[in-house]
């Protein structure tokens, strides 16, 4: 037996490569993106704990300050108290606040500034140039903010202390941060000594002290002793191990949604994967089946044929899957390369391999490749040995045998995924409502998916009725192929459905969701420009706004202000702008009655407080007294805020009364360079940038894309293993085919013809999986942004039909691709040793 | 129709000069063809006849521009087709040459109809409806038309692949061992068809077949062995022929 087996196996050595690197790209898929996974995680991890380095001890305020007034911090007394405790080897305090730093261009920016430990082990990030400060006038600065903000070592550095107050620094070093919610959220980052950083906001405590212990001490002995110099009350104690258990805890909750992003492409990868092992096995054995039925002729019983079939696929599902295996390590390296080409960061190539991705891989290689084997065989020995040598070598099945089986799956499907989609819709919360209606969607792919042999016969008549009118016989003989075999044609065209299905959703979704926040914009921005402040909690000078109007490209301008209450946040707008630059649309009251005291509050607000026209709301602001301000409209349509109000009623809350909070600028009509205008202005003030509605957009759309582009090309892998798994299929077939393929071209097909006709055969396989897809993933894009929208916002599908034509090129461009080899190969074989084939 | 069957024994339809066709190289080389010359009478049924390996599947081949010749010239109705390049050779055959073989003649994935109306389709040529239905009534397929090869018994295939090969009407049909996978009655309605084919219709017919019964069939019997020509018997009974054959094997 043993001899047939490797017989077997050198005799159909392409057939073998083929099936070899249909199951090795797919665990490299798999095992890509599980890599992929652990290593961010791994990686977060590394850079979180970087916070908990060399920490021994950890004292945070815990939250109940033993006074209301008093702000919760750690007092310099208390500090002291814990450097003085035995074993304390150093100690210093963690802190930060946002500060505006003056760039190159004189521009503000909101920075985060920390204290730097006065023992440098205690800091949480690794020096690049330089020194650290070691004088209370100099500095140092992220990696990131030095080239952003151009700055270099030895030149002077500005931060705005209180009341604008300039504070100039000598550059002396650069660090590189590791990653925590501040690296991560993009903000520029500023390094000072403990009393330089303190004297930007004396009053100031911190709000935890980290320490190290001195040789000779353990960490228990340590944190006992620091209890015992400053007492329990009003503080959480920690040792560094439990710091950093700590600090991990909230880095798997951190990754948790990034992993579950890159398991359910991991899922996906491996349905698409064993979609087209399970695929190209099943066509090879019942290829095989007159061989195994002669086998079983000669005398090998059922058991020996079977068990041959089973050892020759465990041998190369295993084989392949080790290739696999590296192959996906590769990938995954690879991919990170692109995810840190997208921040300036740079980081390490880590590729950690757990147990499960090991576990995965070969389930997907070897147990997908033995089960794809094995089915058929089982099938191809149940019947008689004569007859199924009798068999045509086509492997076609009817699929009307199992089509009630079928049927009543895909309606379980399709009714639990109506449902998901139905309740999902329903659901006021959106991330909730997002789950349940996305869950829905994937039930209804699954049923399609179930469905699929059914579909091929009406959606290959439709499909090909053009390239049949167009091209003629080569393309009628070529849809006649992509409909032979609904089964194998669902199959091989499921994996590019799948993958297109996910990527048009998303695509869609995104894009619905960019037109709706550009739409957003726009209501915010009615005017040509809008200047804010760059720094957050600083509101823009009043002058600023006088400034403005008094400029002849001017027409009007119109400062606002913002009001914090408890439960909402009200816009405060001059009387005059409201019919001009502020245009809601009033469902109940009026506007006219706008005066000083009342309010007009968005229908949201309304609806969610329970307020009605004559109704008064309390705002309760952080500072100062409550107001009783009495609504006098319901407004909709401006997205500003909760609701607005005259600028003399914003002015009774005195955070309002400091500042404005943006300025709108609208021009004259006709004037060219606006920008130039109104930068003459706010140039000389640190604190404004002026922005454009459009600009806004674009900045936004940048942001989108990127996320997009980075599913695009995990998505992108499935679609390259789904698109090789048609190539796949059309190698075999033509394989299948020799003799009919040599009787065509006696008949008297040209080589081009033949080679015609696997094209447009391949591409109508490509384009049944991206056409029904296209539809899916639309539909499903729509029904997301339908479960997204509530009262609150509402999203507005959005199809990108550049973006989907893309698509659709590609996918015809690739199954050109696909079909090339094949093409090639059985244009070649000559007649005569074609029709000799058995 | 007596146009086309006056000139029966006086045209050549297919000749062949000198065919050599070598397989392989050096020691293994086998002279599948020898030195072959051998000519075909228009609208004659022509038996090539001999034992397994004789070089007969290899003769008839080479006459239909199947496979490319190591030496010597085929000519098909005037027209010299060895120095003929892919292009042309796929042309002539589609436009001037039909064939019948032994098995997997049709396509699985068309109908009867659509399988005999194939080679016309190729060579953008319209069907005569009027031959067309002559040649279906003749050969009894019109009650199945609509079906696919699956659906139809070996017989029925090959009486279709016989249908494909004539509607076009071509110079030349080359039919290589036609009954081979048939019971003798299914065998016997495909060979009566082509002998009326030629008796009838004026058509031109080769035929390669190892069975001395289908051989008799045909209004001449060329006789082959080890790649050359061993004799020939005209107006041939089973009787003769297989007397002839056993000459051969002595
Ligand atoms: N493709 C081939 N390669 C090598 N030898 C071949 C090939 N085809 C035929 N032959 C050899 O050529 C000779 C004639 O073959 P063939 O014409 O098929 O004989 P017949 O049809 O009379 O049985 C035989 O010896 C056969 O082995
Ligand atoms: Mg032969």
């Known amino acids: 037996m043993l001899r047939t087996i490797i017989a077997g196996l050198k005799a159909r050595t392409a057939r073998l490569v083929l099936s070899s690197v249909a199951i090795a790209l797919g665990v490299a898929f798999v095992t890509g993106t599980l890599v992929l996974g652990d290593a961010m995680t791994a990686s977060l991890r590394d850079e979180f704990a970087k916070g908990a380095r060399n920490v021994d001890v950890s004292v945070t305020v815990s939250g109940e300050s033993s006074s209301p007034d008093e702000i919760p911090g750690i007092t310099p007394e208390t500090l002291a108290k814990i450097r003085q405790a035995p074993g304390v080897a150093a100690a210093d305090p963690r802190d930060f606040q946002t500060v505006p730093l003056v760039a190159a261009n004189g521009k503000a920016k909101s920075a985060w500034a920390v204290p730097l430990a006065s023992n440098e082990k205690l800091n949480e990030f690794d020096l690049v140039d330089g020194r650290y400060p070691t004088k209370d006038d100099e500095i140092a600065v992220d990696k990131r903010t030095a080239s952003t903000s151009k700055l270099t070592i030895g030149q002077p550095v500005v931060l705005l202390g209180e009341g604008d107050q300039r504070h100039t620094y000598t550059l002396v070093g650069t660090y590189q941060q590791g990653t925590n919610q501040v690296s991560l959220s993009g903000y520029d980052h500023v390094g000072l000594t403990a009393a330089a950083f303190q004297a930007l906001e004396p009053e100031r405590p911190p709000y935890q002290v980290v320490a190290t212990a001195a040789a000779g001490f353990t960490q228990q002995q340590v944190v006992d002793n620091v209890r015992k110099a400053i007492g329990d009350s009003g503080f959480k104690i920690q040792s560094g191990e439990e710091l950093t258990r700590e600090t991990l805890e909230r880095v798997e909750q951190q990754s948790g949604e990034f992993t579950t992003v890159l398991l359910a492409f991991a899922i996906i990868a491996l349905v698409v994967a064993a979609m087209v092992i399970y695929n190209t096995f099943t066509i090879l054995v019942a290829q095989r089946t007159r061989e195994l039925a002669l086998m079983r002729c000669v005398g090998a019983s059922r058991a020996q044929v079977f068990r041959g079939v089973l050892a020759e696929a465990l041998v190369m599902g295993l084989a392949a899957s080790v290739i696999g295996l590296f192959g996906g390590i590769g990938v995954s390296a690879l991919l990170q390369r692109v995810i840190f080409s997208f921040g300036e960061g740079g980081g390490t190539v880590l590729l950690p391999v757990t147990a499960t991705t090991v576990a995965a891989s070969f389930a997907v290689g070897t147990l997908v490749t033995v089960l794809a084997a094995v089915l058929p065989a089982r099938k191809a020995t149940r019947v008689a040995p004569v007859a199924a040598l009798r068999s045509q070598p086509d492997s076609g099945e009817e699929v009307s045998r199992t089509s009630v089986v079928r049927v009543l799956t895909a309606v379980l499907f399709g009714v639990i995924g109506v449902g998901g989609i139905v309740f999902g819709m329903g659901i006021e919360d959106e991330d909730a409502a997002m789950f349940v209606s996305g869950a829905g969607t994937m039930a209804l792919l699954a049923a399609v998916l179930v469905l699929g042999p059914l579909l091929v016969g009406p959606v290959n008549r439709v499909l090909g009725a053009l390239p049949r009118a167009v091209l003629g016989v080569p393309a009628k003989l070529a849809s006649a192929n992509a409909g032979r075999n609904p089964k194998r044609t669902a199959a091989t065209t499921a994996a590019l459905m799948i993958g297109v299905t996910i990527v048009s959703l998303v695509t869609v979704v995104a894009n619905s969701a960019k037109e709706t926040a550009n739409a957003e914009i726009d209501q915010r921005m009615p005017a040509d420009y809008t200047v804010t402040s760059a720094v957050y909690g600083r509101p823009l000078p009043k002058e600023l706004a006088e400034q403005l109007a008094d400029v002849p490209e001017v027409d009007r301008v119109a400062p606002t202000t913002v009001v914090y209450g408890e439960r909402e946040y009200f816009t405060g707008v001059p009387r005059d702008a409201i019919g001009t630059l502020f245009r809601p649309t009033v469902t109940s009251g009026s506007l006219d009655d706008l005066g000083d005291g009342t309010v007009a509050v968005n229908a949201q607000y309304a609806k969610r407080q329970g307020v009605a026209v004559g109704q008064v709301v309390t705002v309760k602001p952080g500072q100062g007294q409550a107001q009783e301000l009495k609504v006098v409209a319901i407004v909709e349509g401006q997205r500003l805020s909760d609701g607005i109000m005259t600028m003399e009623t914003s002015s009774r809350f005195p955070q309002a009364a400091e500042g404005y909070e943006s300025i709108l600028v609208k021009l004259k009509d006709g004037v060219a360079n606006g920008r130039a205008a109104v930068e003459k202005v706010t140039d000389p003030s640190p604190l404004a940038v002026v922005d454009s509605a459009a600009e806004t957009k674009e900045q936004l759309n940048q942001q989108l894309n990127q996320v997009l582009g980075f599913i695009w090309a995990l998505i992108g892998l499935a679609v390259v293993i789904a698109l090789f798994g048609i190539a796949n299929t059309l190698t075999l077939s033509v394989l299948e085919r020799t003799r009919e393929s040599a009787l065509l071209r006696a008949l008297g097909l040209t080589k081009g013809q033949l080679r015609l006709m696997l094209v447009v055969e391949s591409v109508l396989m490509a384009l049944m999986g991206a056409a029904i897809g296209l539809l899916l993933g639309i539909g499903f894009g729509w029904v997301i942004t339908e479960a997204l929208s509530n009262d609150t916002i509402s999203v507005d599908l959005v199809v990108p039909f550049g973006q989907i034509g893309v698509m659709l090129a590609g996918a015809v461009v690739a199954a050109i691709l696909a079909a090339a080899l094949p093409a090639r190969r059985a244009a070649r074989t000559s007649v005569v040793a074609g029709m000799a084939e058995a | ?250």
């Not at chain 2, 055959?93 to 080679?119: H, K």
């Not at chain 2, 190729?122 to 005569?128: E, I, S, V």
């Not at chain 2, 009838?200 to 289908?214: C, E, F, N, R, Y």
């Open chain 2, 1 to 250: 129709m007596s146009a086309l069957v006056s000139d029966v024994g006086t045209r050549t339809a297919v000749a062949a000069a000198n065919l050599v066709k070598v397989y392989g190289k050096g020691d293994t080389a086998v002279r599948a063809l020898d030195g072959v010359s051998v000519e075909f009478a228009a609208g004659r049924f022509t038996a090539i006849m001999g034992p397994s390996g004789s070089g007969k599947s290899t003769l008839m081949h080479c006459l239909a521009g199947l496979d490319n010749v190591d030496g010597g010239s085929v000519n098909i109705g005037g027209t010299e087709i060895t120095s003929l390049g892919d292009k042309e050779l796929t042309r002539l055959r589609r436009d001037r040459v039909g064939f019948v073989f032994q098995a997997f003649n049709l396509l699985p994935t068309l109908t009867a109809e659509a399988n005999i109306l194939l080679g016309l389709e190729l060579a953008g040529r319209k069907p005569d409806r009027e031959w067309f239905d002559t040649i279906v009534d003749v050969l009894g397929l019109r009650d199945r038309l609509k079906h696919k090869p699956t659906e139809l018994s070996g017989g029925q295939q090959q009486r279709v692949a016989c249908a494909r090969a004539l509607v076009a009407r071509p110079d030349v049909v080359f039919a290589d061992e036609p009954t081979g996978n048939l019971d003798s009655r299914s065998g016997a309605e495909v060979l009566d068809f082509l002998r009326m084919s030629v008796r009838k219709l004026g058509q031109t017919v080769i035929m390669v077949t190892h069975d001395p019964v289908a051989a008799s069939y045909a209004d001449r019997v060329v006789l082959m062995a080890d790649g050359h020509l061993a004799g020939e018997i005209d107006n041939p009974t089973a009787d003769s022929v297989l007397s002839a054959l056993k000459h051969l094997g002595a």
